[in-house]
């Protein structure tokens, strides 16, 4: 009686072991769940190539000012070089030059034609 008992309970527990772990896997089965898991491993993958293109373009810079002094240094050029004068440009307001802003534009005449492109001429 013992050994049926026993047995019995074995299987009892066997099956509400298969069971839960079955219903566990059905679960991470639902299209939501897939979604859900398929969205968190492309944020991390995200995150993970943003870190090494941060590295990356640190590394990048430090090598480049890295470079540049040792050019400066064999070409003899100055750390501090004279910069030229900036250029001057003319004011514009209203997408047109201070200087045609007195003058006024006439209008065309000549209206025998459209202007649209899309018509036959």
Avoid: C
């Amino acid at each position: 009686m013992f050994r049926r008992t026993f047995w019995f309970g074995t299987g009892v527990a066997a099956g509400v072991w298969a069971t839960t772990k079955v219903n566990r896997k059905l679960k991470q089965l639902t299209p939501e769940s897939l979604a859900a898991t398929a969205a968190n491993k492309a944020l991390d993958a995200g995150h993970r190539l943003k870190d090494r293109a941060v590295g990356f373009a640190v590394d990048v810079r430090d090598n480049m000012a890295r470079r540049e002094a040792e050019l400066t240094d064999a070409l003899g050029i100055d750390a501090d070089p004279e910069l030229p004068a900036p250029r001057r440009h003319f004011a514009v307001e209203n997408n047109r030059p201070k200087y045609l802003e007195a003058t006024t534009y006439p209008r065309p005449t000549n209206t025998d034609h459209s202007h649209n492109r899309n018509e036959d001429h």
